[in-house]
């Protein structure tokens, strides 16, 4: 894996930020595009820019094979075994939504249980929680060792015959857990209940076999795997999506309207609502190819490694915190003594380094930590053992700012 070709197909990186070489180490928040992506939703405005599958005209065609031939390559990708169970979404706070509202509250009663973790982005939280408040079903929250790891043992004891659905993030986005998915889904369909995977941090570092993981829906979004904002995949088994109902209504989604009543198409088009997200899913195909040329093996070896050098290098700075586990995917969440992590972020962003600083959407997370905020530097395909030493000086000379505190 040549990480030097790979960032010249990144411009972006390309540039000095107050005076210094950006390193831009926030790829969990939003990775960067590479010129594949770009050009090709470029190219979809300048030469096939139409609605999709209404019409019959050359444009229209075009547009949609496009569309759905980014379906086919999310399918791929997945290893889905239909792309009807692909449903293009506007990311990933929107599939979790879905799942929430159209399996959620129709299929939970009082007395049932959602088992989600306290390390949870509020993007699988919130939903759960007015989900619990609409139907009176109780959401309850799986203990977290130490480290920020999940115990199976746990996992057993918490899930029942009360426990319907299993809401769990494939990757923590402060503590860089990978959490055991498939093991958790198996537990899961033992006792009856479904199994949600918000896989935000999943998708863009890990090779997913959704028929592998058995996992009943799996979440994630575009923009952190070198896709375009706006737009999210959900993937649902046949079964459960057939027999849900669809939460926009408009056009493109229905078969036949009538005065008083109308009927859906069938999957996936039931739950997209409206002109889709054409140029998006097209760049969303278009980053998979990116991703797929040099192998999600490849990306996560090289993540590992850098997870590994930068814990070893950050540990050489005395009244630095680093939470999590050992073993975690291509990011470090830390503090430095009483600076605040927005303070930190500031700082290192003089120097043209970009990290991440607040709550992380994962407040429940920061009680369990017993802090306010962090600083997260995550790490992606394009990143470097050099840019690392980078952040590793930016933070000293941050010690060396707020001297008093050390």
């Given at each position: ?18 005076g210094?070489?950006?390193v ?5 928040a ?6 594949s ?7 979809y ?31 791929n990708f ?7 169970q ?8 929107t599939s ?9 509250r129709s299929?939970?009663t009082?007395g049932d ?37 999940i115990?199976l043992?746990?996992?057993?004891e ?25 093991q958790?889904a198996?537990?899961?369909?033992e006792?009856g ?17 959704v ?25 649902g ?11 926009e ?11 008083y ?5 069938e ?22 190819d990116?991703l ?5 093996e490849?990306?996560e070896?090289h ?7 930068a ?7 005395d ?19 009483d ?9 290192l ?15 429940p ?11 997260r530097?995550?790490f ?9 030493d ?15 505190v050390?």
């Amino acid at each position: 894996m040549d990480v030097n070709a790979i960032r010249q197909q990144f411009p972006i990186l390309n540039q000095n930020v107050n005076g210094h070489p950006l390193v831009y180490l926030d790829s969990s928040a939003t990775s960067q595009k590479p010129l594949s992506v770009i050009s090709a939703m470029e190219d979809y405005y300048k030469f096939d820019n139409s609605n999709v599958h209404r019409g019959v005209h050359t444009l229209g065609n075009r547009a949609t094979d496009k569309y759905e031939g980014a379906r086919e390559k999310v399918r791929n990708f997945i290893n889905a075994e239909s792309a009807s169970q692909v449903i293009f979404t506007r990311g990933t706070t929107t599939s979790i939504n879905t799942v929430a509202y159209s399996y959620g509250r129709s299929n939970l009663t009082e007395g049932d249980e959602i088992l989600i973790t306290p390390m949870e982005h509020h993007s699988n939280i919130i939903p759960w929680q007015q989900t619990a408040k609409a139907t009176g079903a109780t959401l309850k929250y799986l203990p977290l060792q130490s480290d920020g790891t999940i115990d199976l043992v746990d996992v057993k004891e918490a899930i029942t015959n009360k426990t319907k659905i299993v809401a769990i993030m494939h990757v923590s986005n402060v503590l860089g857990t990978i959490n055991p998915i498939k093991q958790i889904a198996q537990i899961a369909h033992e006792n009856g209940a479904v199994m949600l995977v918000d896989g935000a941090q999943g998708v863009p570092h890990l090779k997913v076999d959704v028929q592998d993981l058995d996992c009943d829906f799996y979440a994630f979004s575009g923009h952190k795997m070198c896709g375009p904002t706006g737009i999210g995949v959900l993937y649902g088994k046949r079964e459960l999506l057939d027999n849900m109902e669809p939460v926009e209504f408009g056009g493109e989604m229905i078969d036949f309207v009538n005065l008083y009543d109308s009927t859906w198409k069938e999957l996936p088009w039931k739950f997209e609502g409206g002109t889709p997200i054409i140029a998006g899913a097209i760049g969303l195909g278009a980053a998979i190819d990116f991703l797929n040329d040099i192998g999600l093996e490849n990306i996560e070896e090289h993540e590992s490694k850098l997870a590994l050098y930068a814990m070893k290098q950050l540990r050489t700075i005395d009244g630095l915190t680093i939470y999590g586990p050992d073993d975690r995917a291509g990011l470090i969440t830390f503090n430095l003594n009483d600076v605040h992590p927005h303070d930190t972020a500031t700082v290192l962003d003089s120097e043209g380094i970009a990290v991440r600083a607040g709550h992380h959407c994962a407040q429940p997370l920061m009680k369990w930590l017993d802090v306010t905020a962090t600083a997260r530097a995550s790490f992606y395909l394009y990143n470097t053992e050099e840019e690392i030493d980078r952040l590793v000086d930016g933070l000293n000379k941050t010690k060396e700012y707020f001297g008093d505190v050390f």
